[in-house]
């Protein structure tokens, strides 16, 4: 099993920076990749990046290229998600997510294992 913890949303201005951390606990040496997925109201949840455990490969949703930065630190068995410029769009609540094998990386139900979530709001 695998655990996940989620902090560092809040309340943010339009065109401000907030930075969240994934605190991974449990079985680490099973995950192949972590992912960030975002969920809006009423609507569906969304990739927004990813980065590989050991590797560091990262790749990032379209819709926020240019405005992430995805990052681990190992040693912490910590993932962050930094983001910065952020719209009113970005409101949400922001998910990590962890999974033991390759394959797509974008879709949600390549994910075994989920945090709580975090709720980022922006105001305009």
């Known amino acids: 099993q695998v655990q996940l913890v989620e902090s560092g949303g809040g309340l943010v201005e339009a065109g401000g920076s907030l930075r969240l951390s994934c605190a991974v606990s449990g079985r680490t040496f099973s995950v192949y990749g972590m992912g960030w997925f975002r969920q809006a109201p009423g609507k569906e949840r969304e990739f927004v990046a990813h980065?590989?455990?050991?590797?560091?490969?990262?790749y990032y949703t379209d819709s926020m290229k240019g405005r992430l930065t995805v990052s681990r630190d190992n040693a912490k068995n910590t993932v962050y998600l930094q983001m910065n410029s952020l719209k009113a769009e970005d409101t949400a609540i922001y998910y990590c997510?962890?999974?033991?094998?390759?394959?797509?990386?974008?879709?949600?139900?390549?994910?075994?294992?989920w945090g709580q979530g975090t709720q980022v709001t922006v105001s305009s």
């Open positions: 980065i590989t455990w050991g590797g560091g490969r990262t």
């Open positions: 997510a962890a999974r033991s094998r390759g394959g797509n990386g974008i879709i949600a139900a390549s994910y075994d294992y």
